[in-house]
């Protein structure tokens, strides 16, 4: 049984930083891809970050050059760093898992809904 627990969400002023992170249960994710997704109050969830085995990032336009993914294989476990926080990245912040798919690439347009696995969200509040 896979899970996924995220950990590492509060509140911050404008221009802070904060790191969550995503540990992984029953899931080899040096494999697939690993996500993390963010859902601001009434509005639909959107793709924020993606990673998959070649390591290689890609980034939803709004948080490229602030938000950081990276993952670290030995602990199943990974990260989204955000720096130059906003109050419009305010949202319930999820990380999501997908086991390795026929001709999936875990670029910006793998960034869907879709994925196998979620965690059960944590919150990020950003103040101005």
């Known amino acids: 049984q896979v899970q996924l627990v995220e950990s590492g969400g509060g509140s911050v002023q404008a221009g802070g930083s904060l790191r969550l992170s995503c540990a992984a249960s029953?899931?080899?994710?040096?494999?697939?891809?690993v996500a993390w997704f963010r859902q601001p109050p009434g509005k639909a969830r959107e793709g924020v970050a993606v990673?998959?085995?070649?390591?290689?990032?890609s980034y939803a336009d709004s948080v490229k050059g602030r938000f950081t993914i990276s993952k670290d294989n030995a602990k199943n476990t990974f990260y989204l760093q955000m720096n130059s926080l906003k109050p419009d990245d305010t949202a319930m912040y999820f990380c999501?898992?997908?086991?390795?798919?026929?001709?999936?690439?875990?670029?910006?347009?793998?960034?869907?809904?879709?994925?196998?696995?979620w965690g059960q969200g944590t919150q990020v509040t950003v103040s101005s």
């Open positions: 029953g899931y080899i994710f040096s494999t697939g891809c």
């Open positions: 999501a898992a997908d086991p390795p798919k026929l001709g999936a690439v875990c670029d910006a347009a793998y960034l869907t809904p879709n994925f196998d696995y």
């Open positions: 990673i998959g085995s070649s390591g290689r990032p």
